[in-house]
DNA sequence: TTCATATTCAAGAGATTTATTGAACAAAGG
DNA sequence: CCTTTGTTCAATAAATCTCTTGAATATGAA
């Protein structure tokens, strides 16, 4: 009955789905996801990302230690402290098709995007528009990331503006130019928030929907310069 | 103590990554991980990927149902049968992503592979030396897949060669021909025992790394004729 | 109507995952 | 040496997930 599937091949095949069933398993938790993404922007330590994502530093410990041992993060211990990365941009392009599942499929997660972006202006949502606004010398590129995440790579001739800063009035800018602005990736705020401030001030700001993992993805390098 | 997160912001981002674990956790199942690769091909019913993957009929309706939830399959009932298939290309990518990772990090999934592949040849990876072999008229495309996924849609005049109708040699090929052929994706083994069985017969046979759903992926048609 | 088929539902035992707790360890400074 | 700091380990109760079982539903055929 039923075309007979080789018993060995079966086996086979509960292998690979088990293995490949690790890694959804270490990020189909709420909080390990959170620290992924925190991850994938720069090195951090323990006590840095349990603060951030409000868990306690044993939590966060175990958490970290989940994703390791599938190969999400990796470590690097420098004294006491252990900072923790993604291994690699092919985990970015995971939890990309991830929110892209999650927006496209999931009414739920649509619904809390929707209530909290609100009806947020797209940006622009591809490189080539980028590069084409980027070209006009009246452009400006700014990055809207903490200092320390544009300190660890940012998109070449962006100039920095984190949100104290900006918010502060630390960061002034010509009022001459037109700004585009970009933070983390397409799901991330800060950029839309430092559109706000500046359209606030009277400055002529632009949301750009991709971010530095984004970037590299299409197979382009950081700057550090700058 | 630390830069002061808002507590609403907190809030916020607590319902967005439940929200978005909820896909991982419906795919962190080895089995459900199957049924969905299964139901990527085309549409099938309850029993039919339940005998497939060897689960109970119960149990696989059931896995089914998690999958559905989350918007990763979606069903269309016929009568007394349940067609399930994946919603979109987006959930092909996903996975895709996913095995991209596992093999990238996780050594156990990498040995699994490595153990039961051997050390196959590579085949052919990207669309532009394959559309660039294509063009000799001297090279035909195969299509090693079941009857009845390649009804479904195949590429472009590729010609159906199942692996039991090449083993019982019910197809027979011209030998004066060079042969790529390809199977569902660089993770199915379909092309590799074609190309196993064809050379063994003293064709010239190459594995294309590729599928239907890459195909799609890269924004083209399948085709449904011939 | 009755029967067979395809699927879904509901409940429960057993296994796994999670957050918490307090202890343990290891590096650096005094 | 002792103390502090950052991290990890180990144990536990609570919550969740998994598979099986047997019943329930719903369609189509006789």
Known sequence: MKTGTPRAKRRFKDDVYAALARVPAAIANPHRLE?????????RTVADVAGEAGLSIANASQHLQVLAKCGLVEVERHGTFAFYRTTSVTVYR???????????HDRAIAEVFAKHLGDRDRGIEDWEKARALMRDPRVALLDARPAEEYAAGHLPKAINA????????????PRSKRYIVYCRGPFCTFADDAVAILRERGFDATRLDLGPLEWQAAGRQLSNVG
Chains 1, 2 share one sequence.
């Open 35 to 43: 620290l992924l993404e925190l991850l994938g922007q720069r090195p």
């Open 94 to 104: 995971l939890l990309q098709s991830l929110h892209e599942v999650a927006n496209q």
């Open 162 to 173: 984190p949100l104290e800063g900006l918010r502060s009035g630390k960061v002034s800018l």
